[in-house]
């Protein structure tokens, strides 16, 4: 009788999030709500049930990285992070709560013994390869330290390892686990309420010769052969999965580039395709830097001509402070938010939104200058500056609004004779002052985004105004420059589509 291959079996339900990992992470969840816009996720499908993994991106934005990446993924994921952080106050906390293993890094232990070092390595790469057997998912950025560059840098081996001491650890039978590329894309991703993007891509598929774990008895050199071979595929991976470009020079214009093309077809189709997302973002620039690529190989000429023209175009309207499609029709003025501020002042008749406004200004305008004043004094690098704002700010607000709430208490008797309507009870009229001072801040920063938008619409009109020789001189050039590119990119096969508004969508089409 043929003796038939055991049957695959999946290996033990990895461990649930304890109560702490659950708190803190609906705590991170918080943070990144207020501190961004918009959070968008895309690829979740492609990540498997059955199986454990490791998780690999690049590392552009410091602790904001792993704070999306934690509160997006749908499944329990352990980080293995830089040693170092374990000093930060609160993060240092956090970061052991949910379970993060610490990463012994040579460049912060130049003077360490070299052994040492290996050995607290390969603990922590244990620690994590034990989570990814047993079916969890690890998190790796395999440069090992966050970036300012617009693309991935040196990818370390760390990674590769990981992945395949998890592949020995799991359970005979049981699926292999997987390696999940992530695309993090941001926009300004300095800046208080911009938006991100998480992108899961599908596994990696590895060719046979990296498909296998380590076999018993294999020579070190064919493993560290083969540990290598997977690291330079990884970062082959991440280069595509993040649209890696050379430089942000070459970045910004093929942005650039993307908006000129969606506003010229959206005027040709006399359609208003409104602010894209970030998916639609991400993927018009993608069309645009496969399509550069392949040409840049193809016609060098072309393509540098080209790229010159874009360039003076884009001078001329950021000298007029224009966007491509305000080139069209004149922007709305206002905003959805500006219409409910207003209403909102005409309802209670100038009694409550001015005071939340002006109390919103007065106690939290102060500490977020302190903020920007300490980011600029203390962030080295542009990647630090919305880690530091992120931590601050989570600290420094609720102690301003508390604060506020004790000084209102002790004032209290002065102020309910000035306003009888405040509460009696001191510490009753300090919780009303902590709320009002809260609920001022979100209405502040609505009604600063509201305005701001508004000046804009009122300064791209007199622009168009006055400069109106100007504009349709732009307006032909940029439908001359929509033509070039979009012919010079002719017979490629480009990611999505392009609809009949000028959007981008994830259909498949040229």
């Not at 390869?129 to 040196?154: K, N």
């Not at 069309?287 to 690529?293: A, H, K, P």
């Not at 203390?378 to 000084?407: Q, S, Y």
Request: with cysteine; hydrophobic share 45%.
């Amino acid at each position: 009788m043929t003796p038939q291959p055991p049957a695959a079996s999946a290996p033990p339900p990895p461990p649930e999030r304890t109560r702490a990992e659950r708190v803190w992470l609906a705590c991170f969840r918080a943070l990144l709500w207020l501190f961004f816009r918009e959070i968008e996720v895309e690829g979740e499908e492609h990540i498997p049930r059955d199986r454990g993994g490791l998780l690999v991106s690049w590392h552009p934005n410091g602790m904001i990285d792993p704070g999306i990446l934690l509160t997006s993924f749908p499944r329990r994921v352990v980080f293995g992070a830089r040693a170092d952080l374990y000093r930060w106050p609160l993060l240092g906390t956090a970061m052991r709560a949910i379970g993060t293993v610490p990463i012994h890094h040579v460049a912060l232990r130049p003077n360490a013994d070299p052994e040492e070092r290996r050995r607290a390595n390969r603990a922590s790469l244990e620690c994590l390869a034990r989570e990814v057997g047993r079916g969890s998912f690890a998190a790796l950025f395999p440069e090992g330290q966050s970036h300012d560059a617009s693309h991935p840098v040196e990818i370390k081996t760390g990674a590769a390892r990981l992945y395949y001491q998890g592949r020995e650890l799991a359970p005979p039978g049981a699926p292999p686990p997987v390696i999940v590329p992530v695309g993090l894309f941001y926009v300004r991703k300095r800046l208080f309420r911009s938006r991100a993007l998480v992108r899961f891509h599908p596994p990696m598929t590895l060719p046979p010769a990296l498909d296998s774990a380590p076999c018993p008895g294999e020579p070190e050199a064919t493993a560290t052969e083969r540990v290598r071979a997977l690291t330079a595929e990884i970062e082959r991976v991440l280069h595509e999965v993040v649209h890696a470009t050379e430089d942000w020079e070459l970045h910004y214009l093929l942005h650039r580039a993307r908006t000129l093309i969606r506003a010229e077809r959206a005027h040709r189709a006399g359609a208003e395709p409104g602010r894209p997302d970030m998916a639609e973002t991400r993927l018009g620039f993608e069309r645009l830097r496969t399509g550069y690529l392949a040409r840049r190989a193809s016609h060098p000429d072309e393509v540098a001509a080209l790229r010159a023209r874009l360039e003076r175009y884009h001078a001329e309207l950021r000298a007029l402070r224009l966007g491509d499609h305000e080139l069209d029709r004149d922007p709305r003025l206002g905003s959805p938010w500006l219409p409910a501020l207003l209403l909102l002042q005409l309802l209670f008749v100038l009694i409550l939104l001015p005071p939340l406004l002006l109390v919103g200004y007065v106690v939290n305008g102060p500490t977020a200058l302190a903020i920007l004043a300490l980011t600029r004094w203390t962030a080295r690098h542009k990647k630090d500056e919305a880690t530091i704002k992120l931590l601050v700010g989570a600290l420094a607000f609720p102690l301003t609004w508390v604060g506020a709430g004790v000084l209102g208490a002790l004032a209290h008797r002065r102020l309910h004779a000035l306003f009888p309507s405040i509460p009696g009870d001191p510490w009753l009229a300090g919780g009303l002052v902590v709320v009002l001072s809260l609920l001022g801040g979100a209405v502040a920063v609505g009604y600063f985004e509201a305005a701001s938008r508004t000046l804009r619409g009122l300064r791209v009109r007199l622009t168009r105004f006055s400069r109106r020789a100007a504009i349709v001189r732009l307006r032909a050039e940029r439908a001359a420059l929509c033509d070039a590119i979009v012919g010079l990119g002719a017979g490629l096969e480009l990611p999505g589509a392009v609809a009949a508004d000028g959007s981008v969508t994830a259909d498949d089409g040229v």
